[in-house]
């Protein structure tokens, strides 16, 4: 090897070894460290008074980092400008580029955001406080906040505090203490002025401490936030240590050790005797047993629990629009309709009504049925579209929208045929399966139906090895055309076959069905649970809305509902082995639907409450269960 090339490697290797050793690693050996940091000292010392400066500095026992540090950061009062964080090997800098207001306690939150260095170890729930004024405030509330409507934690809402009570405050001014929620939906705001005060909760989109989007969640109580001192007796007994040699009114004799621990325990005044370390002093004193009451003044911590709700703020708006059905034109809003929709087709003129009209269950979005095929074969159809939407001042006026309904005629596959008019039936029963005995047959279809012949649509019962035809109940849903309905009951543990003969549907199109068999047998009635609930407190303010709730997913499915408007049991039967959840809603307005709040009007959403536990339905087993309602409003 050549010297240069020699010293080229030598070169290499010492960067390389310089590098390794400016790193910061973890010692070798021994335990692993659990611990989280230690402060040694602050520059000024935590609760400060009186501080003037633009910089803290706060040094630990070990190297530390900075996690999640923006989601954890909360300065009460709020700056306007967010001090800068920042760490130097062992210390953590605090640099403010804002003039702190004279005469406040400033309450600087990092939450777990400091951790050391090699295990992440964070010190939790870490603060800082320091007073620009002659004391430190020492107030505190605290709270959680929910969701309003199904009572589950909200994490990272803002918690603020205003002395101001005007109802516009949150949305023209940042407040003067701050908080953040955890998991738990758990607040506390600590080292607040003795005042009262407004509180206000807020998912803060744009982050800048204002209720100025429509999509920001809120919360807010009805109460202020005061802090009252209160007085509490104490009880304190006055007692000596126990004798053996001493009866009842007898002098006691003890010995004790001066400057040890059994010096300790006993209340002697050593000022006034001279005594030597570790001599034996012997007292004489009577037994004691003496209660002595005080009364003590303290402040409660108020405790607020805030329900967070979205206010139906939304304008209506056009979704979407589409025609994925030549003879189907769609169009979705984004919240229920107002009112009345007017469509009106452009540069084409019919006499007569040209399509049927669908709306589905939750009203935001209609189907029109296009009737006649001069309109329908057509690529493109140019409607307006007349509605109803809010203006600025959230007034409801007329509006219109074009839309042009493009249709897309999709390939066809090879063993497809375009004589084929066959009208498919959708059913919730399936072929030698086993249905419920409380539910009903539903049939589906993908288009309106024109003609019913109920002659072809046969139900039997099987009895022995013989069949016996039943009388079919066929109701039309009254709010979806394209839906039926099969009314019977069923006898439990039994054998049915369903039969519909060609032709005993007919759509608006021409197109018929073809033969459907599906034999089913419905369930043993012993699989059955059943729930009665004892519902309480109701008068008549209100109604109550009360669902048996299926949770998945994290998300809440009604399994039964029932309106009910005065005290009674609910009778909940056929239900099947499995864990349900007892939901209340308070129906102020008697519209069968929970409400959300607003803020501006002072009005809370529609309270609602849980039964305690979730209830486990099993077969053959009857569950009682007793409910109060307290309505608040």
Not at 160 to 186: N, Q, V
Not at 417 to 431: E, M
Not at 546 to 567: G, T
């Amino acid at each position: 090897m050549k010297v240069n090339d020699l010293q080229y490697a030598i070169f290499l290797f010492l960067i390389f070894w310089m590098s390794g050793c400016a790193k910061i690693v973890a010692p070798t050996g021994g335990p692993k460290d659990v611990e989280p940091p230690k402060v040694l000292s602050s520059d000024p010392p935590n609760y400060s008074t009186n501080f003037k400066g633009d910089k803290i500095k706060i040094t630990f026992d070990e190297f530390i980092q900075l996690k999640d540090l923006n989601q954890n950061l909360v300065v009460s009062p709020p700056l306007n400008e967010k001090p800068k964080i920042t760490v130097k090997g062992k210390s953590l800098i605090i640099e403010f580029f804002t003039e702190l207001i004279d005469s406040t306690t400033y309450n600087i939150y990092l939450g777990n955001s400091v951790q050391d260095y090699n295990e992440r170890n964070p010190i939790e729930n870490f603060q800082y406080v320091l007073s620009t004024g002659e004391y430190i405030d020492s107030m505190s509330m605290e709270g959680k906040v929910l969701n309003a409507f199904n009572l589950l934690p909200q994490e990272n809402v803002l918690v603020m505090l205003y002395s101001d009570f005007s109802d516009s405050i949150p949305m023209k001014s940042i407040p003067e203490y701050i908080a953040k929620t955890d998991k738990e939906g758990f607040f506390q705001i600590n080292n607040i002025r003795n005042d009262t005060f407004k509180i206000f909760a807020l998912r803060d989109a744009n982050k800048n401490y204002l209720y100025d989007l429509p999509n920001e969640g809120i919360a807010f109580s009805d109460s202020a936030v005061k802090f009252r001192m209160d007085t509490k007796p104490v009880a304190d007994t006055i007692f000596v240590a126990d004798s053996l040699l001493a009866g009842p009114n007898e002098m006691i004799l003890d010995t004790i050790w001066i400057a040890s621990e059994k010096f300790s325990s006993y209340p002697l005044n050593t000022d006034t005797a001279d005594f030597e370390k570790d001599s034996m002093v012997v007292i004489k004193h009577k037994p004691i047993d003496t209660i002595i009451t005080t009364m003590q003044s303290y402040y409660p911590v108020p405790v607020f629990y805030l329900m967070f709700f979205n206010e139906d703020k939304e304008t209506q708006y056009l979704v979407n629009s589409k025609r994925d059905d030549k003879r189907k034109l769609e169009v979705m809003f984004n919240k229920p309709i107002k009112d009345s929709v007017v469509i009106e087709l452009v540069d084409t003129t019919l006499e007569s009504k040209w399509y049927i009209q669908e709306t589905n269950l939750t009203n935001d979005t209609i189907f029109y049925w296009l009737t006649d095929s001069s309109l329908y074969n057509k690529k493109d159809l140019k409607t307006i579209l007349t509605y109803q939407k809010e203006d600025s001042n959230l007034v409801y006026q007329w509006t219109t929208d074009t839309i042009n309904f493009r249709y897309f005629e999709p390939q066809k596959k090879k063993k497809e045929d375009d004589s084929d008019t066959s009208l498919a039936i959708g059913l919730n029963v399936k072929n030698k399966s086993t249905f419920d005995l409380n539910k009903h047959i539903k049939l589906q279809f993908n288009t309106p139906i024109k003609a019913v012949d109920a002659e072809k649509i046969r139900l039997f019962t099987k009895e022995d090895t013989l069949e016996k035809e039943v009388d079919v109940k066929l109701v039309k849903d009254s709010l979806f055309f394209r839906r039926y309905t099969i009314l019977n009951t069923y006898t439990e543990d039994s054998d049915y076959r369903l039969e519909i003969f060609p032709q005993a549907f007919t759509d608006i199109y021409g197109a018929v069905n073809d033969t459907i068999n599906v034999a089913f047998k419905t369930q043993k009635i012993d699989y059955y649970g059943k729930i009665l609930a004892n519902v309480t407190g109701i008068d008549s303010s209100f109604q109550v809305i009360a669902q048996l709730i299926v949770s998945e997913k994290e998300e809440e499915k009604v399994y039964r509902e029932k309106v009910i408007l005065n005290d009674q049991t609910i009778d909940y039967a056929y239900l099947p082995p499995k864990e349900f959840l007892f939901k209340i809603i308070v129906d102020v307005n008697f519209n069968g639907k929970w409400d959300t709040g607003e803020y501006l009007e002072h009005i809370q959403p529609e309270e609602v409450f849980y039964y305690d536990n979730p209830i486990n339905v099993r077969s053959n087993w009857d569950i009682e269960i007793n409910m109060t309602v307290k309505n608040n409003k």
